[in-house]
């Protein structure tokens, strides 16, 4: 039996529900720790920043959670995944704009800095949360899919799709730095007032929002999980280990590719979604090259090709980025690329890995 119809094969006899009920049960049981932890800082009512920061760190988890469908289980690497996240991000900046416009009367700052009498007719509709929703989901996928399909059908692979990937999302910063765009140029979007009616820096809407962020990171990972221990994630491994011999056994790769490429591309703009409430602001700088590098960073620290890594990478790189650049901001980016080279040279399966290096240090030198 070759490679690929090995791949196929090799858990179909191993009865993978048993496994996948243990993984959501014990997902489950991480889930209502954090959602445990934020309800006792939220009602204790200590500095909302410590909430504020889980929320932040959920979504960030969600958005590595996207890279790693695609690179770590599809073997396609993706450094332009800050587009998607903007996407979300800005359309739900749109929509808590003009939500507050429409209750407050108070133009927002994207009016005042035009002089716009009004707000332009592609704002339409979003005073409406289902409708920015939708929109940007539908938006971040229709984007995903022109792109996906002109790669994967020309079968641009490897790191040519790489580079024309961040090109693609340099291309996206230079249009929104530009001020008539409409959506704030370099100055961006920001001051939100309101969440449905509710103030935004209000302690009980900073609560919700980390708690709903953790549930929707639960739920990302519950459904990829499945995904990824069916048939289709077995398609997936096998094309990332020989796509050829896959095609050859006559299998559509382009169609694979594309659909869990916009399947990542929706949950990049649900993190934006989720992301930008919580931070307060959007500006051209989350669409920067070097944001869509991070967090391909993040899945490699924590372990690309395991849904849990990917967020244990998000997280810990975060945390340390929020403490550092605060205590020693000069210092961060050395200490990200030490972080780098210690995965290339020590870790190459990421931090996950780091139960299997104490037996081999320990076996070194030791006499027989």
């Known amino acids: 039996m070759n490679a690929v119809t090995g791949s196929l094969a090799a858990t179909r006899a191993a009865a993978p529900m048993p496994v996948q009920r243990r993984y959501d049960a014990g997902l489950l049981g991480l889930v209502a720790a954090l959602v445990g932890v934020a309800l006792i800082l939220g009602l204790a009512k200590p500095e909302t920043y410590l909430v504020n920061a889980i929320g932040q760190l959920a979504a960030l988890a969600i958005l590595a959670v996207s890279l790693d469908l695609v ?84 079968r641009v692979n490897g790191v040519y799709f790489s580079i024309i990937s961040q090109a693609l999302v340099y291309v996206a910063m230079l249009l929104m730095f530009r001020n008539d765009t409409g959506f704030g140029g370099n100055n961006g979007m920001t001051s939100f007032t309101l969440l449905f009616g509710f103030a935004m820096g209000a302690p009980g809407t900073v609560l919700t929002l980390t708690i709903v962020t953790i549930l929707a990171l639960a739920a990302v990972l519950i459904g990829c999980g499945r995904l990824v221990a069916s048939g289709i994630g077995r398609q997936m491994l096998a094309c990332r280990d020989d796509e050829t011999r896959l095609r050859t056994l006559g299998y559509g790769t382009t169609a694979l590719k594309l659909k869990i490429w916009c399947l990542s591309a929706a949950i990049a703009a649900l993190a934006g979604i989720l992301y930008v409430p919580q931070v307060g602001i959007i500006n051209p700088r989350v669409l920067a090259p070097d944001l869509s590098l991070e967090i391909a960073v993040w899945v490699a620290i924590g372990g690309m090709g395991r849904l849990s890594g990917a967020v244990i990478g998000a997280v810990l790189v975060n945390a340390l980025k929020f403490w550092l650049t605060a205590a020693m901001p000069e210092a961060w980016p050395f200490i990200l690329s030490g972080l780098v080279l210690l995965v290339v040279l020590v870790l190459p399966n990421g931090l996950l890995d780091l139960g299997r290096l104490k037996p081999t240090w320990l076996s070194r030198g030791m006499p027989r």
Do not use: E, K
Not at 108 to 137: C, E, K, N, R
């Open 71 to 154: 690179w770590g289980y599809l073997g396609i690497l993706s450094l332009g995944h800050g587009l998607f996240f903007a996407i979300g991000g800005y359309v739900c900046a749109m929509h808590l704009s003009a939500h507050a416009y429409a209750v407050t009367g108070t133009a927002p700052d994207v009016m005042q800095f035009m002089g716009w009498a009004s707000l332009p007719f592609y704002w339409t509709g979003m005073t409406s949360a289902p409708y920015a929703l939708v929109l940007a989901i539908a938006l971040a996928v229709l984007v995903a899919f022109l792109f996906g399909w002109a790669s994967f059908r020309s």
